[in-house]
């Protein structure tokens, strides 16, 4: 975990609820816009589908306190930390895929669409969500980039799968960048855009059907979020106070989208500096590899050198031993005068 310097905490406005760490895959990094929302409808029920490790979970029970509003979570795999909260009674948890739950309960007034990320599944959320006349929002994540016209799976058993997926792959949001990207490990599809691709695609045909009065932003950050609510069940004060945001979130909405494209240059750039140091280690092996052939070669030279220097002491011996036999034999001289 990273902490700001206290001495220049002040320039920064860190919200209370955000992933402080390397990763940016939770919703609750947009809990300063979830939270306007919830003041602003103040629902006496939320349904959030796809909770993962409960990080917005516990922001949003923390923050409906006041208001009592109940929670239900539903997931095909209630995690571990979502066990954690499990003793708070506005909290029920729902072990099981979100249409198979809103078969049986589609009553909240607002729902948080986090769960599988592809058409078919939002699709079908959004179209049997828009039948509960009690839902006045729906707030969805993944609708920016790489999911919005990408479909990601993460539960194939539910779905009829018919195009070609991938997976482990690199994927870029910059032209002409084949073989360089960000690492998703889960599958997804082989293409981007196209029919039926991605969240934000199953948002832009639903909205084109939907009968009923949805007024949407996005928010255009790396994943995004995007917020539909039902106008005509807000009071008009409400809709003042959505008028002045709608406002600011133009203003904002530029500089933001700067921000993101240049974390994802840099999020690149760190994938691209991995995959550089990879083919180095692999290099650096490979020469170690090489090194240690000579050292082992070297050695059984040295070895044979040592061997060849006893015979040729032994030899030296020999030959000395015939020289002073010569000696004593008076065959040859000593040399000396
Ligand atoms: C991206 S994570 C959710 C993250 C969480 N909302 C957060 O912001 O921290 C997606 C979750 O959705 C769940 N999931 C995937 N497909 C689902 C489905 N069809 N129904 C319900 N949950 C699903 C997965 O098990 C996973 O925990």
Redesign the pocket.
């Known amino acids: 975990m990273f902490k700001i310097k206290k001495e220049i905490s002040s320039i920064f406005h860190i919200p209370k609820y955000w992933q402080n760490s390397l990763r940016i ?4 990094n947009f809990s300063p816009m979830i939270s306007f929302f919830l003041e602003l409808l103040r629902p006496s029920s939320i349904c ?9 979970t516990i922001f949003l029970m923390e923050s409906t306190e006041d208001v009592g509003t109940s929670i239900d979570v ?4 209630i ?1 571990r930390e979502c066990r954690g909260i499990e003793s708070c009674s506005r909290i029920n948890f729902f072990e ?4 198979q739950y809103l078969k049986i309960k589609n009553s909240s007034e607002l729902y ?1 669409i ?3 990320h592809n058409y078919q ?1 939002v699709s079908s959320e959004l179209q049997i969500i828009a039948q509960n006349n009690e839902c006045k929002c729906i707030i969805l ?1 993944d609708t920016g980039w790489p999911a919005a016209y990408r479909n990601f799976y ?2 194939r058993c ?1 779905l009829v799968v018919e195009e070609e997926l991938d997976s482990n792959n690199l994927l870029s949001p910059f032209e002409n960048n084949i073989g360089r990207g960000v690492l998703f490990t889960s599958h997804f599809s082989s293409h981007e855009g196209g029919e039926r691709n991605g969240v934000r695609c199953a948002v832009e045909n639903f909205l084109e059907t939907s009968i009923r009065t949805w007024v949407v932003w996005t928010i255009p950050s790396i994943l995004g979020l995007t917020i539909l609510i039902d106008s005509s069940l807000l009071s008009k004060d409400q809709m003042r106070c959505l008028d002045i945001f709608t406002q600011y979130k133009k203003i904002w909405d530029e500089f933001l989208s700067g921000l993101e494209i240049n974390r994802l240059m840099l999020l690149q750039a760190l994938h691209d500096a991995g995959a550089e140091w990879d083919n180095n280690q692999a290099y650096i092996k490979e020469q170690n590899a090489r090194l240690q052939k000579a050292h082992d070669a070297l050695q059984r030279a040295g070895a044979e050198w040592d061997k060849n220097q006893a015979y040729i002491k032994e030899q030296n011996a020999r030959l000395q031993k015939a020289h002073d036999a010569l000696l004593r034999a008076g065959i040859i001289d000593s040399g000396a005068d």
């Open positions: 895959d939770s919703l609750v959030e589908i796809g909770a993962n490790r409960c990080e917005n539903v997931d095909l795999k995690s099981m895929p979100s249409l948080i986090d769960g599988d599944t994540h993460y539960d539910q």
